[in-house]
């Protein structure tokens, strides 16, 4: 116990560590928003969570009943404190945590269950942060654009929500908005994912999820990008085009960006 007990030690430290890297090369971080207190809870968390399974189950015997009984409570105790991670940082975290959500065949009953709310429960940005998105990245107001715009977004996800808007043309249309910050602080999220993964896996060698990780990183980027999201909505426009029964709608190509997609309403 004592030797795990200096893992855990050495791995919070490494952390800490990690921590100040993300805060120190993140220029775009609002101290004000999240700052030392987004990365101390990642960081709380992962810590509060091993230590969990480290003590709570050392005095019962392996594979008996009460021990399956004992780690049901942990599990749930666990993915509780994960579940509340996620939502506190959002963005990457509800990502991965939606990942998590839907492994099944992978994760306890008690991680998948809990974790399947991130799916519906996503949280959403205000009506002044849509605002300033579309203000600094298409360089115009709100109203410039569209003689109309909900307030209340149709739905909200962990990277963007939608609003249902009307053109000054009359036409109705989707806009998808990414939620702010979440493109700036995606790779360094991730940087502090990798982390926090391979130091659990210090204490716990059976724990194998970089490969969640290396998929992060490789899909992420694409996700955030909606210059690519349109790129590929006019692909398979066309694909489905002589299919007659289906009503396809079409993106309008001067008025989305990386962080903003405007597609007709269907």
């Not at 992978?106 to 429960?121: A, D, I, R």
């Not at 990798?194 to 990780?213: D, G, I, R, S, T």
């Not at 006019?234 to 299919?243: G, I, P, R, W, Y």
């Amino acid at each position: 116990m004592a030797r795990k007990a200096l893992k855990l030690a050495s791995w919070t430290s490494m952390a800490l560590a990690a921590s100040g890297i993300y805060l120190y090369s993140n220029k775009y971080l609002d101290p004000n928003d999240f700052g030392a207190v987004r990365v101390g809870r990642a960081v709380a968390t992962t810590a509060v969570i091993s230590y969990d399974y480290l003590t709570s189950l050392k005095s019962v015997p392996y594979g008996s009943e009460e021990y399956l009984q004992l780690r049901s409570k942990v599990h749930l105790r666990s993915a509780r404190r994960l579940c509340e991670l996620c939502c506190a940082n959002r963005g990457t975290f509800i990502k991965v945590g939606q990942h998590l959500g839907a492994l099944d065949y992978l994760l306890p009953e008690e991680y998948t269950s809990t974790l399947k709310v991130l799916h519906s429960q996503a949280p959403q940005s205000s009506m002044q942060e849509i605002r300033q998105v579309i203000r600094e990245d298409l360089g115009k107001e709100i109203h410039d654009l569209f003689q109309s715009f909900d307030d209340t977004p149709l739905g909200t996800a962990s990277l963007a929500q939608v609003h249902k808007a009307v053109l000054h043309d009359g036409r109705t249309v989707a806009v998808k908005v990414q939620h702010p910050k979440v493109r700036a602080q995606s790779s360094k999220d991730i940087l502090l994912m990798e982390v926090l993964v391979l130091a659990v896996k210090q204490l716990f060698p059976e724990f194998e999820f970089m490969w969640l990780v290396d998929e992060a990183k490789k899909n992420l980027p694409l996700e955030l990008d909606f210059l690519n999201e349109g790129r590929n909505a006019e692909k398979v426009s066309q694909m489905l085009k002589h299919f007659d029964f289906l009503k396809i709608s079409r993106h309008l190509g001067k008025m989305y960006s990386e962080m903003i997609f405007v597609n007709g309403f269907v």
